[in-house]
């Protein structure tokens, strides 16, 4: 309660909630027919991807960008104001104040979500549907992006011995993850892989209501692993040399961890309108196709056909059929230069010595090629599936009053007493 | 004036300790030991590696050779507490918790926590943030600090810096006073005539060697068998003939 730090990161994380939230709100109301527009568009509108996801971004911008800089200067202080020099005294292990100091920062990042979930209590004041489900996996994944930040920061501060260089190593990790999901838009193949557990896309998949549990794992691993580092490095009183062994030994061990862990296949989806999912009737037939299927995609990397193939269609496919095999063939990165090739734009199907092509990359057509493939009849729609949406056509009443004045205040009128108390 | 190891219990002892910072040595076979309800002065100009000795001794810094032992079966942590000179702990606290935490954190000594604010004249300080204290402040709160821990031996980097005369001698009597109830001082002073008055016991460093150790008397003798017969007895004489 003594962090200046933190006291302005909460300040500020209200008008940045505010600005997405009420953006997010009046977006969503005018496709729901606010203002006379067609109402028809709102139909097939969830507030995961038209309010959560978008209102909880701030809290990404945030983790990014003002919570590292909280956690530096709770663990790098103690070093440089010298209180490392008395608490390392104590009896108590290093790993064990550092995970004092990160239970704190967690604690202080669950005070600063109140400011979204805030904007949930609003939602609802408006008539707004929330599914508990999507919202919870929404909360989550941003805990678990705080987790990384924090540990990253938390290893950054032990590891160095002045604050400023902290920050730089932990805004230059931050921009390493954003550099490497362009180099795995141009380039695909293992970086694409690779992308997957950096913090933009670990939040990315829970905003779409995606659990993941090698995500999970891994990035579990990554938190313990920072924590780990950050006691590490913080016995000053222990050998430069020893500590790079231990890192070293550490190294080893989180490798193998991660490797492992990306064997983990389980997933749900707890989004309301299944957008991670086929219907549960194309599922269950899936299921019941047995034999390895395979699918060879000549697309490159950034052409938009193999990304819309991969979010809407083969990620489906993966989480239905785990030994789906996925190659995608190009000689370019950009495709543009390859249409000449007769054979650009194929998506072959093979499955059981059958074999099939199709280049189009909608789901319902790589839905109807892989039936056709297997041979199964493709299943009947379930009316009960069919996800009607949430129009709402209410603009976001008050919320700039409480995101910009209200929420301010109070933190500020709180700051000021708590200060003053421990004073 | 404290007689030889078999009179009093040997608390810590230091052998061989050397510490490199790339090519510079800083302190080089360092051996000294230090005796229960003792006040054993580290002495030296700056430079001479009192500071790095202190803090290899207290483990708050790796050496590179040599070994510190005590004598309680629970080795440093219970034995000796460390207080640094120049630090500003906790900058954003009152005086009054960061004393509160010591005795809560460190389970330091409550029983005397009154005494020791009074005898430091701490009371008008205690709602004062550390950052917004003056150095002489400062290091009356870091002496509140080291008296009030557990530990039996206490080992203190420049325990007047930062102090007027008044003040200095007010905490030599302090020090004497808290060694008279059974603790053990090991106090780093770079003032000679500071050391002079206090210590029983001395080390004496230069260029991070240690040159002498001994009482005010053994260390006169040995000044004496090196240069002859000394000026006056005063301990910079005696300093000065040794290094």
């Given amino acids: ?423 | 004036m404290i007689g030889n190891d078999t009179e009093c219990a040997v608390l810590a002892s230091a052998m061989g300790l050397s510490k490199r910072y790339g090519r510079i040595t800083a302190i080089r076979d360092v051996s000294f030991t230090i005796r229960s309800g003792e006040i054993v002065g580290l002495i030296g100009p700056n430079g001479a590696g009192k500071t790095t000795l202190f803090e290899c001794f207290a483990g708050v810094q790796p050496f590179d050779s040599g070994t510190v032992s005590f004598s309680e079966a629970s080795g440093r942590v219970s034995t000796v507490f460390y207080v640094p000179d120049g630090i500003a702990p906790w900058p954003q606290q009152s005086v009054k918790w960061v004393l509160q935490y010591t005795l809560g954190f460190f389970g330091g000594r409550t029983e005397i926590y009154d005494d020791v604010v009074r005898d430091l004249r701490l009371e008008p300080l205690l709602q004062t943030r550390i950052g917004a204290l003056s150095k002489g402040q400062r290091k009356r709160v870091l002496l509140a600090i080291g008296l009030l821990s557990p530990q039996v031996l206490v080992a203190i980097d420049e325990p007047f810096e930062g102090l007027d005369l008044r003040q200095s001698r007010e905490v030599e009597q302090i020090l004497r006073k808290h060694v008279a109830t059974g603790r053990t001082l090991f106090l780093s002073i770079h003032q000679i005539a500071d050391a002079g008055r206090i210590c029983d016991r001395f080390v004496l460093l230069s260029d991070g060697s240690v040159v002498a150790e001994g009482t005010l008397e053994e260390l006169t003798a040995l000044a004496a068998s090196r240069v002859g017969k000394l000026a006056n007895r005063d301990f910079e004489e005696i300093f000065l003939a040794l290094t």
Avoid at chain 1, 17 to 34: D, P, R
Avoid at chain 1, 180 to 196: C, I, K, N, P, R
């Fill in chain 1, 1 to 423: 309660m003594s962090s200046r730090a933190w006291w302005l990161f909460l300040l500020l994380m209200g008008p940045l909630v505010g600005v997405s939230f009420i953006s997010a709100v009046q977006t969503y109301a005018e496709a729901s027919g606010l203002g006379g527009t067609a109402a028809g568009v709102g139909e097939a509108f969830s507030p995961l991807v038209g309010v959560w996801a978008p209102t909880f971004s701030a809290c990404e911008i945030g983790a990014a960008f003002l919570l590292p800089f909280v956690a530096i200067r709770l663990v790098a202080g103690d070093r440089q104001s010298g209180a490392l020099k008395l608490e390392m005294q104590h009896r108590m292990s290093a790993f064990a104040r550092i995970a004092a100091k990160v239970l704190v920062l967690f604690l202080g990042w669950l005070i600063a979500l109140a400011a979204p979930l805030a904007g949930v209590l609003l939602w609802r004041s408006y008539g707004g549907s929330v599914y508990v489900p999507e919202l919870t996996t929404v909360v989550f994944g941003h805990i678990l992006n705080a987790g990384l930040t924090i540990a990253l920061a938390c290893a950054a501060a032990s590891i160095v011995e002045h604050p400023s260089t902290a920050a730089i190593i932990t805004l230059a990790v931050t921009v390493g993850t954003w550099i490497l999901s362009f180099v795995a838009a141009v380039h695909g193949g293992v970086w694409e892989s690779a992308v997957a557990y950096t913090p933009t896309a670990v939040v990315a998949q829970f905003q779409h209501g995606l659990v993941r549990l090698d995500v999970v794992l891994i990035a579990s691993a990554l938190i313990v692993t920072g924590l780990l580092l950050g006691g590490i490095w913080i016995r000053i009183g222990i050998s430069v040399r020893r500590r790079i062994y231990e890192s070293l030994a550490l190294g080893f061990v989180v490798v193998a961890a991660v490797f492992g862990c990306t064997f983990a296949n389980a997933s749900w989806d707890t989004s309301e309108n299944r957008m991670n999912s086929f219907s549960r009737a194309d599922e269950q037939a899936l299921r019941e196709i047995h034999g390895p299927l395979q699918i060879e995609a000549h697309l490159a990397p950034e052409d938009p056909r193999r990304t819309d193939l991969e979010r809407r269609a083969i990620s489906k496919l993966r989480r239905v059929m785990p030994k789906l095999q996925v190659q995608y063939v190009s000689v370019t990165s950009i495709g543009l230069f390859e249409q000449s090739n007769p054979h650009y734009g194929e998506i072959w199907y093979r499955l059981n010595g059958h074999s099939s092509m199709n280049r189009a990359t909608t789901p319902e057509a790589v839905l109807e090629t892989i039936y056709s493939v297997a041979g199964v009849t493709p299943p009947a729609e379930d009316p009960a599936d069919e996800f009607r949406g949430h129009p709402l056509a209410v603009p976001p009443k008050h919320a700039a009053a409480f995101f910009y004045v209200i929420w301010p205040a109070l933190v500020a009128a709180s700051g000021l007493y708590f200060q003053r108390r421990s004073a």
